[in-house]
């Protein structure tokens, strides 16, 4: 019964770094009706810049703040400078783009910052094992990082007249243009906040797996599949989603599969999900009429 305990807390730590990247994919979805396939290797590059800044002497959340920034100004530039030259290019073309800046943006995290494992500090290290000794201390504060940050996306959207405006401009950009919405800016900043949004999750991930370019690669496909799961097109979903899959993934990894077929479980979800219900857990089902 511990061990069951130790998993089913464990997996929901790890559920919510993949809750904090499948939300920055359904933000990208939702604007772009696309995957960002880049999206972990944005957030490695965010979380490799952190590191130099707290190598640099920076406290730990002024580098935190700082990364955010970055980030967020990646993002945009992202959008302006790549996908905004093709947002009209057809379905392949952009999935070509998304997979070149996986590739490129991976490189070149690994030509700058070296490809050799670095340890990435944890600011709740001090600590020692929480509830009970079933999570570390960094386990339990990287879960209330994340919910902070579901919880302020959540407020951004609902409370801000420009979360309102970016909805509307991902729901139907066509009406968004003639109210007046600058769906081209609303897009930059979803791009910009889903960038920071990795981030965070990059750097709550990296003092558990350590800090290498592909860092991101596993996390990106149980987010994947806690997207697909929750609903692809479902914020709110996506997170619970994510939460899911984690404990699926530390559930099934010892008792069904073994530790070292784990990626399996993923890879399992996202092929029954879009053979049993496509639209997810908590996704729209549109129906047209034609």
Not at 21 to 32: E, G, N, P
Not at 143 to 163: K, N, R
Not at 194 to 212: H, K, N, T
Not at 262 to 289: Q, W
Request: without cysteine; positive net charge; charged residues 5%.
């Amino acid at each position: 019964m511990d061990a069951f305990l130790l998993q089913l807390a464990a997996g929901v730590a790890t559920g919510g770094i993949y809750a904090s990247v499948a939300l920055a994919i359904v933000m990208i979805y939702r604007a772009t009706h696309h995957v960002n396939f880049a999206q972990g290797e944005m957030a490695t590059l965010s979380t490799f810049v952190a590191l130099t800044l707290i190598q640099a002497g920076l406290p730990y959340w002024v580098a935190f703040a700082a990364t955010l920034a970055v980030s967020f100004v990646m993002g945009t530039l992202v959008e302006r400078l790549i996908m905004r030259p093709v947002q009209h290019a057809p379905v392949l073309t952009q999935v070509g783009v998304y997979i070149g800046m996986l590739l490129i943006i991976g490189n070149l995290t690994g030509w700058v910052f070296g490809y050799t494992t670095k340890v990435f500090p944890s600011p709740f290290e001090g600590h020692g094992p929480a509830l009970g000794g079933l999570i570390s201390a960094h386990q339990l504060g990287s879960v209330g990082v994340t919910l902070a940050v579901l919880l302020l996306v959540y407020l951004f959207f609902t409370q801000t007249s420009l979360g309102l405006a970016m909805r509307g401009a991902a729901y139907n950009p066509a009406s968004a243009k003639m109210v007046g919405i600058r769906v081209g800016r609303m897009l930059a900043l979803g791009w910009g906040l889903a960038a920071m949004i990795g981030a965070v999750a990059g750097m709550m991930v990296a003092p558990i797996v350590f800090l290498d370019p592909n860092m991101m690669l596993g996390v990106l496909l149980y987010a994947f599949a806690g997207a697909l799961l929750g609903g692809i097109d479902n914020p709110a979903g996506a997170v619970a989603g994510g939460f899911l899959v984690g404990v699926l993934e530390n559930l099934a990894g010892p008792y069904l599969v073994g530790t070292e077929l784990k990626l399996t479980v993923a890879l399992a979800i996202i092929i029954g999900v879009l053979v049993l219900r496509p639209s997810g857990l908590f996704g729209r089902i549109v129906h047209a009429r034609v």
